[in-house]
Nanobody, 116 residues
Framework: QVQLMESGGGLVQAGGSLRLSCAAS????????MGWYRQAPGRQRELVAR???????AYHDSVKGRFTISRDNAKNTVYLQMNSLKPEDTAVYYC??????????WGQGTQVTVTS
């Protein structure tokens, strides 16, 4: 069974930074492109960034130049460095493989709150 454990969220003022971590167990990490997703209240979950096994990255337009995704394959961990945070970045952040299917399980996520 795949387990995903996100951490590193918190409360930060606009312009601040946070670094999220996600530890993944099972085969998911070693065989998958990994992604960071977020879900704000009243909105659908959206992909924020993804990274392939070889380290190629892609970002949502709203976070380009501010967020950086990385992975440590030896530790089965994926990171999201978030700089220049904005109030609109407030959401629960999740990691998972990319793409996902409706049957995929998710972790608890980590709350990021950015105040103006």
């Amino acid at each position: 069974q795949v387990q995903l454990m996100e951490s590193g969220g918190g409360l930060v003022q606009a312009g601040g930074s946070l670094r999220l971590s996600c530890a993944a167990s099972g085969n998911i990490f070693s065989t998958s492109t990994m992604g960071w997703y977020r879900q704000a209240p009243g909105r659908q979950r959206e992909l924020v960034a993804r990274i392939t096994l070889r380290g190629y990255t892609a970002y949502h337009d709203s976070v380009k130049g501010r967020f950086t995704i990385s992975r440590d394959n030896a530790k089965n961990t994926v990171y999201l460095q978030m700089n220049s945070l904005k109030p609109e970045d407030t959401a629960v952040y999740y990691c998972n493989k990319w793409p996902t299917t409706p049957n995929d399980s998710w972790g608890q996520g980590t709350q990021v709150t950015v105040t103006s």
